[in-house]
């Protein structure tokens, strides 16, 4: 038998040449005596050489030469080289090497600088395997005074990734703001500047005027740039005024001219609607309430769409309850002159369209498929849902950035209640929440209580009182008591159930335990009487129903459609922010810069996979009717949380969102923006 040797892959090179070289460095580092033939090393006048493969593409020839050339520089040099080496390993997905590196980095002698440099790396290696929450453990001091200018820009920089891997935008906004004030390069600054407005832009409206009035000349200066965007997002002649007279009055604000001129240019392209539409919904069978609730929330947006020229045509189709007609009636609207369709509605009908491989018109269907990688769909098709899973998900944002860190849940039994909590706990676990218990509850009413009382472990209450009789041999005065480790329950109930539940954990002594839910609790429409019984619930919804904004059209409609609109609110402010998401998915750039539109079934956003996801508005139940809350803004540090007990208008005073966002005064007053000395000493100019 013939053995074949292939030659060693880059990656078992370097992490074979990492071993060797870190056992190499450790040693001199604890003093062991010399090697007898030491290898040949590079000097680090031929550096240059590692930088040329490294722009080759040879990764594990530049990581070599660096660290070869550590081994005979300078100790500041040699450190420079090795972090160096760790960067191109983080890079290039070399990451339990780049870990072993930065462990053996951690023996050398400690002093704030290098302790600093090698927390960015550690930083950049958990944002690396996506944790964000220990890139922010990592990164929790702020950078020494004798940190150089560059490292405290990667700093900010982390901080800014990391929060936003979160979903923590405005955390993110306020670290691309400080690190405006470190930028000297007007490329690199209006880079920064546009990051600044699209993390501000996943701000809901609500969350935008909270911050505004208290966020300083700067936050305040941006947040209001971000709401003209959004006003005029369709009428570019008016956009255009009003950031003349914005301009006029903040003369000193850091904003670049050309980030101004971007943004112009980006709200240009989203103002222009096709000049034809295709609908197409189920007018007839078993879905047609549905499908007519939502044709007229888009006859609403339509005659209330405010442009500088024409409204585009609609041209309705009725696929029915046959999924099947879904590709034809897409040709049929394109011979007929459609350059974007609306629909279908089901999931079926919205499968055939993704297997058909090329769609020669956009399609923005009226429902999510199952996860499929992006590259698996036809390149025009965007999915728009009521998705229960981004509401779940945003109850634990909502729970976590108010301070709460222990959650129970209860939930429906079957697949529903299972895809809803999972998309829950997936978000819930990953910003650091822990699940203490979940239970799962049926049809029967009468079941629940005893859910409930598990849940609460009251029955291991009752049992202590039980051994406690025995013990004792006589009865003794007992009240059970519920558990104390749990700070909230999310629970996932339709009205008549979450109408049961909420008079049980009263019963069951948990009265002050925070019950969070989705829109799936309120029917959408105030009835007193019969909702007292859910005061205290928190639920996520459409800002159709909860904001004031959203009044007048919502009135109209109700004069129109009385029934309809009582039965399916939710599917009216659903078709009405179709017809608006065609200005955004229209341009060359769908869902660029200025970020999400502010809809009136949520603050609508795109990922990569084509998909829209809503940022819904926020209420609690209080006296059986829905009072909006403020929006919650977590805090930076980890030890303090926002609170959420604040109706609007008010605010929570003692929130950070209203502090000046700049590390402190800036050289020449006004607008704080200069960078920040750099260091010198130990620091030799790396990041």
């Known amino acids: 038998m013939v053995t074949l040797l292939s030659r060693p892959t880059p990656v078992r090179r370097i992490r074979q040449l990492l071993v060797l070289t870190a056992l190499a460095v450790l040693a001199g580092c604890a003093g062991q005596p010399p090697r007898e033939a030491p290898a040949p090393v590079v000097a680090p006048a031929q550096l240059p050489a590692a930088e040329a493969r490294l722009e080759a593409g040879d990764a594990a020839g530049a990581v070599r030469l660096y660290l070869q050339a550590a081994e005979t520089a300078p100790a500041d040099r040699a450190l420079d080289y090795r972090l160096q080496a760790a960067d191109i390993l983080i890079e290039t997905g070399e990451l339990e090497q780049a870990e072993l590196l930065l462990d053996n980095l951690a023996t050398l002698p400690p002093d704030p600088v290098t302790g600093f440099r090698l927390d960015l790396r550690r930083a950049a290696l958990a944002l690396a395997r996506n944790d964000a929450a220990a890139a922010l453990e990592q990164l929790r001091q702020a950078p020494p005074d004798a940190a150089a200018l560059s490292a405290q820009q990667r700093y900010h920089r982390l901080r800014a990734s990391a929060y936003t891997l ?161 590709w034809s009636l897409y040709q049929q609207a394109i011979r007929e002159g459609a350059q974007f369709v609306i629909g279908p509605l ?139 480790d749990a700070e909230f329950v999310f629970m996932l109930a339709r009205p008549e159930t979450a109408r049961l539940l909420q008079p049980l954990f009263r019963f069951h002594h948990a009265s002050d335990l925070a019950l969070y839910s989705t829109s799936h609790s309120y029917e959408g429409h105030i009835d007193r009487d019969r909702d007292q019984d859910m005061n205290g619930i928190r639920f996520c919804d459409a800002p159709w129903l909860l904001d004031p904004a959203f009044q007048a059209l919502r009135e109209t409609t109700q004069r129109l459609w009385p029934d309809s609109t009582r039965q399916y609110p939710r599917l009216y402010a659903f078709g009405h922010d179709a017809l608006h998401l065609l200005a955004y998915l229209s341009a060359p750039h769908a869902g660029g810069l200025a970020g999400p539109h502010a809809g009136a079934s949520g603050g609508l956003s795109l990922d990569g996979a084509g998909r829209i996801h809503r940022d819904l508005a926020w209420a609690r139940m209080q006296d059986g009717a829905p009072v909006a809350l403020a929006p919650v803004f977590p805090e930076p540090g980890p030890d303090t949380g926002a609170t959420d007990e604040i109706s609007l208008p008010l605010r929570d005073e003692s929130n950070a969102a209203n502090t000046e966002p700049y590390p402190g005064p800036r050289p020449g007053g006004g607008a704080p923006r200069a960078p920040l000395p750099a260091a010198t000493g130990a620091e030799t100019g790396q990041p």
Request: cysteine-free.
């Open 166 to 326: 979160q979903g923590q935008h405005l955390q993110s906004a306020r670290e691309h703001i400080w690190l405006d004030g470190l930028l000297e390069a007007p490329a690199e600054r209006e880079a920064n500047q546009q990051a600044i407005i699209e993390a501000l832009s996943h701000l809901n409206p609500q969350a935008l005027a909270a911050l505004r009035p208290d966020g300083g000349p700067v936050l305040g200066g941006w947040v209001e740039l971000v709401q003209l965007a959004r006003e005029h997002a369709t009428a570019p002649m008016a956009l255009e005024q009003a950031l003349s007279d914005w301009r006029d009055r903040n003369p000193r604000h850091p904003v670049l001219d050309p980030t101004l001129d971007n943004l112009r240019t980006r709200l240009a392209e989203r103002g222009r609607y096709p000049e034809q539409v295709g609908v197409i919904l189920p007018l007839s069978g078993r879905l047609a309430e549905a499908g007519e609730a939502i044709r007229n929330g888009l006859l609403t947006a339509h005659y209330n769409l405010e442009l500088e020229g024409p409204r585009p045509a609609l041209r309705f189709y009725d696929i029915g309850e046959d999924p099947g007609r879904a």
């Open 346 to 484: 089901s999931k079926d009908s919205v499968a055939q369209l993704a297997r058909a491989g090329r769609l020669d018109v956009p399609v923005l269907a009226l429902n999510w498929l199952p996860e499929t990688p992006a590259g698996e769909l036809p390149a025009n098709l965007y999915q728009f849902s009521l998705a229960p899973e981004d509401e779940a998900r945003q109850v634990a944002e909502r729970a976590y950035h108010s301070g709460r860190t222990r959650a129970l849940a209860l939930v429906p039994e079957g697949a529903w209640g299972e895809r809803v909590f999972s998309a829950f706990l997936e978000r819930w676990e990953t910003l650091g929440g822990e699940l203490l218990e979940v239970k799962y509850y049926g049809r029967e009413a009468r079941a629940l209580s005893d859910q409930v009382r598990t849940l609460l472990n009251l029955d291991a209450s009752q049992a202590r009182r039980t051994r406690l009789v025995r013990l004792l041999g006589r009865q003794v005065e007992f009240e059970p008591r519920r558990r104390q």
